[in-house]
C-alpha cells in the first residue's frame, strides 16, 4: 500500500482512493470507523463516535482501545488477532461492550479485519463500530420471555399438550402428564389421539382429515366437559380448549390443547366465587356484593317494588379499641360484631362489612319505620356487648343511619350517601342511636352538602387547583413592629370562576381526612414563594400566618415534612402558625411538643378562635404561643354589646401579662376599630382594612 492520511496529528495507511474521499466517507458513515494497530493503539476513528460513544476523536486518537472495552470483552477480541496470525481467518464479527463517555456500557457490532504489516507485530486493524444495544436488550427480553412462558408452562396447574403439523405430540407439560399419566418421553411423537382421547362427543376423532379435522373435532369436544381415560385406565373429568397456530399466511401449522380436572376447578371456582363476594376477616358479604345486591333493589324499586330500606352502621368505638390494644384486638372485635350482628338480624336481611368498622344492613320489603326499629334492635345488641382482651373491657356502641330506597331516592350512590350522611348525624348528635334520613332533615342536608365536596376537592389536591390569598393583619398601637403582616389564605374555584370561601368547603375536608393533604400543599406553595421573593430580591413580610389543622399536627410525617420545609427558607422567623384553640385543647401535649420543635427555627404561634372554650385562660399558660386571635363573636358586637366588649379587653389583659400579643378579628367598621385601639390590641384584621388579595399579585 501506497500513500498516507494524516488525521489530528496521527498517520494512517491509506486504504482506498483519493485522501479526501475516504475521510469524506467515514465522516458520512452512521457507524464509527477506526484503524489501530495490533498492541490495541489507536489511529484514527471517525466523527460519528462522538454520536454513539460521546467522545471527541481528538481523546480517543493515540489511545489504547483496551481502556474503553469490558475486561470479559477483551480475551475474544485478542483470539482474533491470533487466528490472523496463524494463517486463520483475517475477517471476524463480534460483540463486545464500549464504555461510553458518561460512564455506561454499550454494545457494539464490531466487523474487524485484520490487515498484515511489515514485522511480526505490523499488524493492524480495521473496524466499524455500530450500536446494538437496544437490540441486545430485546434479544435478552424475548429470552427471558420464553423462559418465563415455559416455566409458567410447567408450573400452572393445567395441562397442555403441544401438538405438530402431523398430528403427532411434541410437548407436553407437567400437568398434563400428571392429568394424562403418560410421561413426555413416551407420549411425545405419538398421535394426539393415542394419549389424549376424551370421550363424550357424539362422533369419534376423524382418522383422515389431516389438522383441520382434528381442530374441528377438538373444538367440538370443547364445548362441554368430557371423560378422559388415563393411561392407566382410570378416569376423569376435563374441561378442554383448543387452539390452531397458523404462520403468517394462515397455514396450520400445529394445534394447543389445555385441560384442567373440573372436579378440583370447581371447587376452586366456588371458592373464589366466594371470597369475591364476601368479606376475609367477619365471613360477611363484602362491599361489591353489597353495593350488586343495592343496585338491585334500587331496579325494583323503579319498578315499583318495595319499600326497601337500607342501615349504615358504624362502631363509636373501634379506634379505641385498636389504638390501645392493637390490630389484632381490633379484628376480634370486627369478628364478634359481625356474629352479634348476623344473630340480631331479620330473615331476609343482607349484611355487610363495607370497610373498617362500617357495616351495611339491607331490609327488602322494610319500610322505614319498620327499618328503624330493626336498627334500634341491632343497636341495643351491640349496647349488651362486652368486648374483653389482655384483662381490659369493652363497652361496644355503634351508630345507625336509615335511608329509604324508593323511586325517588335516585341511584344506588345518592342511597349509600344518604343513610352514610344519616349515621354521621346519628354519632354528632352523641352516638349509639338510629336517626333516619328525612329530605326536609337540616342536619342531613348539610351533611351531604359537605360529602358532594370531597371529588372536587380530591382533584383540586391532584392539580393544585386551589387559590391562595393574603389578608392583612394591621398593627394598631405605638411600639409594636410595624412590618408587612399576613395571614394565608385558601379559596377554590367553581364552576363559573368564583373563589369558594374555606368556609364553605373546610368543614368536607376536615370530615373526610383531606385537611392534612391540604395542610400540606399550602405549606409547600407558601414556603415556594418565600424562597422566591428572597431569590429576586423582594422584601419578606414581617409575619406569614398560615392556618394548620390539629390532624396534621397529629401526624408525625407532616411534621417531619413541615420541619423540613422551614429548614430550607431563609429564616423560619417569618411564619406564624395558627391553631384553633379547640384543636389545641384536644391535643394538648402534642401541640404542645410541636409548637417547641418549631420554635427552635425562629417560627412563631398564634391561638385562633381564641375565648370560645370554658378553659381558655387555663389552657393558655400551657401553650408557648406568641399572639392570640380573640374570637370574632366577641369583636364583630364590641361596639355594641358590652359584654362583648368586655370579654375582647380581659383577653387582651392576659395577653399582656403573659407577654403574649392580641389580634382582633373581623373588625369591620370605625366603630368597632375605636373600640379595640382604646383596649390596647395590638393588631387587627377585618375588611375595614381591605379585602384579601392573591399571594402572588402582593407588592
Sequence with gaps: ?????????????????????????????????????????????????????????AGLAGRSVFRFLHPADVPRLRATYERARSGGVREATIELRARHRSGHWLWLESRLRWIPGGGEDGWRWVASLRDITERRRFEQRLAAEKE?????????????????????????????ERITGWSAGSAVGRPVTSVFMPSGHRAPPPENEGLAGLSAWFHAVADAPATLR???????????????????????????????????????????????????????????????????????????SGPHALCYLDLDQFKLVNDTCGHAAGDALLKDVAQTLRSALGEGDVLARLGGDE??????????????????????????????????????????????????????????????????????????????????????????????????????????DFHLLAHDIVPVQSGIPTG??????????????????PGEFLPAALHYGLMGRIDRWVIGQVCEWLLWRSHTGRALPELVAINLSGSSMSDAEFRDYLEEQVRGLPTGGTLCFEITESEAIANLAEVGDFMRRMKDYGCRFALDDFGSGLNSFAYLKRLPVDYIKIDGQFVRDAAQDGVNLAMVESIHRIGKVMGVKTIAEFVENEAIFRRIREIGVDYCQGFLFGMPRPLLNLD
Design 1 to 57: 500500500m501506497s500513500g498516507r492520511i494524516t488525521h489530528i496529528g496521527r498517520t494512517l495507511p491509506r486504504l482506498s482512493g483519493d485522501d479526501s474521499l475516504f475521510r469524506e466517507l467515514a465522516e458520512q458513515s452512521g457507524d464509527v470507523l477506526s484503524v489501530g494497530e495490533a498492541d490495541g493503539l489507536i489511529r484514527y476513528v471517525s466523527p460519528s463516535v462522538h454520536r454513539v460513544l460521546g467522545h471527541d476523536v
Design 359 to 464: 357495616f351495611g344492613v339491607l331490609m327488602p320489603q322494610r319500610g322505614t319505620a319498620e327499618a328503624a326499629r330493626r336498627a334500634q334492635a341491632l343497636v341495643d345488641a351491640l349496647s349488651r356487648m362486652r368486648f374483653e382482651w389482655s384483662e381490659r373491657q369493652f363497652v361496644i356502641t355503634g351508630s345507625v343511619g336509615v335511608a329509604p330506597v324508593s323511586r325517588q331516592s335516585g341511584t344506588y350512590e345518592s342511597v349509600l350517601m344518604a343513610a352514610d350522611a344519616a349515621c354521621y348525624i346519628a354519632k354528632e348528635r352523641g352516638r349509639n342511636r338510629v336517626h333516619v334520613s328525612e329530605p326536609a332533615d337540616v342536619d342531613l342536608v348539610r351533611r351531604q352538602g359537605e360529602m358532594r365536596w370531597i371529588p372536587r376537592l380530591q382533584t383540586a389536591l391532584e392539580v393544585g
Design 484 to 501: 408587612r403582616h399576613i395571614e394565608v389564605l385558601i379559596s377554590l374555584p367553581d364552576a363559573s370562576g368564583r373563589l369558594v370561601p
Design 148 to 176: 418465563r412462558a415455559q416455566a409458567t408452562l410447567r408450573a400452572i396447574a393445567d395441562g397442555v399438550i403441544s401438538v405438530a403439523p402431523d398430528g403427532r405430540i411434541d410437548y407436553l407439560n407437567p400437568a398434563a
Design 230 to 304: 388415563r393411561r392407566d385406565g382410570s378416569e376423569c373429568v376435563v374441561q378442554v380448549a383448543v387452539a390452531a397456530v397458523a404462520d403468517s399466511e394462515g397455514r396450520p401449522q400445529g394445534l394447543v390443547l389445555t385441560f384442567r380436572d373440573t372436579s378440583q376447578t370447581a371447587a376452586l371456582l366456588r371458592e373464589l366465587a366466594y371470597r369475591s363476594s364476601h368479606d376475609s376477616l367477619t365471613g360477611l358479604y363484602n362491599r361489591e356484593e353489597f353495593e350488586r345486591q343495592l343496585k338491585r333493589l334500587v331496579l325494583e324499586a323503579n319498578a315499583g
